[in-house]
């Protein structure tokens, strides 16, 4: 009894509510607040035709709803944005939305997006953005689509590569690294380039190092290689000025040692 009473009095609500004539957005709020309420409200919301703003509100809050409405969202007018956060958050409508995109607007971005976020088109998402990336897309690829990092490679190194895009080579494109990090001696290195490579590349570690150590190096690249290439750490904490905080946290761990 006590159960039918409760959706009794809910109904009383629902229809209080109604005849208020309340927003979208309040609609909304019922649906994601107030579950015994939410297939009314849902049915509500779609008489009243929601805006896509509305809809991604309902697939970002209410799991149960998220296919439905994204598939409302798709059959509407939907935005590149729209379609990108289907794709993010929808993974049943992840091809469909992505196929999309692919047909209304195939920027190097969106191109990118769907590389990073849809296996099933990324062949021929790469096969319209190749002939045009500039090596900011390059990057992005290399670093997102691991079967398509030797081709993004190579052709970055064709494109003039700044020292950023050839530190991208030598982390992720392992077939290229050793003519990506022949290319470093030709460009201008910095001390951040070499800290990027002992930091994130282990099997140069120690040639970076030691290369840095040849130029000037500063605390923080001293801490770096101290940190990162043990072959060459002892000779890193020597020259290393440790600052006070650190030698106080030492003195610490130290007293407290019986």
Not at 122 to 144: K, S, Y
Not at 154 to 176: A, F, M
């Amino acid at each position: 009894m006590a159960r039918l009473s409760r959706e009794k009095r809910l109904e009383k609500l629902w229809e209080e509510f109604l005849e208020q004539e309340p927003t979208n957005q309040e609609i909304c709020d019922v649906i994601e607040q107030v579950e015994p309420l939410r297939d009314l409200a849902w049915q509500k919301l779609l008489e009243k035709k929601p805006s896509n703003r509305e809809l991604r509100c309902i697939i970002e809050r209410v799991p149960s709803l998220r296919e439905i409405a994204g598939q409302v969202l798709l059959e509407k007018e939907p935005t590149s944005d729209d379609l990108r956060f289907i794709i993010y958050c929808v993974e049943s409508l992840k091809e469909k939305a992505g196929q999309k995109l692919l047909e209304q607007e195939s920027t190097n971005q969106n191109l990118c997006y769907i590389i990073d976020h849809v296996p099933s088109l990324r062949e021929q998402a790469w096969q319209l953005l190749e002939p045009r990336a500039t090596n900011h897309d390059l990057r992005q690829v290399i670093e997102d689509a691991a079967f398509l990092r030797e081709r993004a490679g190579r052709k970055l190194l064709e494109q003039k590569p700044n020292n950023i895009d050839l530190r991208y080579i030598i982390r992720y494109v392992e077939s290229l690294r050793e003519e990506a990090w022949q290319r470093f001696f030709r460009e201008k290195l910095d001390n951040y380039d070499l800290c990027y490579i002992i930091e994130y590349v282990e099997p140069l570690r120690e040639s970076a190092g030691r290369m840095l150590l040849g130029m000037n190096p500063t605390q923080h690249d001293l801490r770096c290689i101290a940190e990162f290439v043990d072959s060459l750490s002892e000779e890193a904490e020597k020259l290393l000025k440790r600052e006070k905080k650190y030698i106080l946290g030492e003195m610490k761990k130290l007293a407290g040692k019986k």
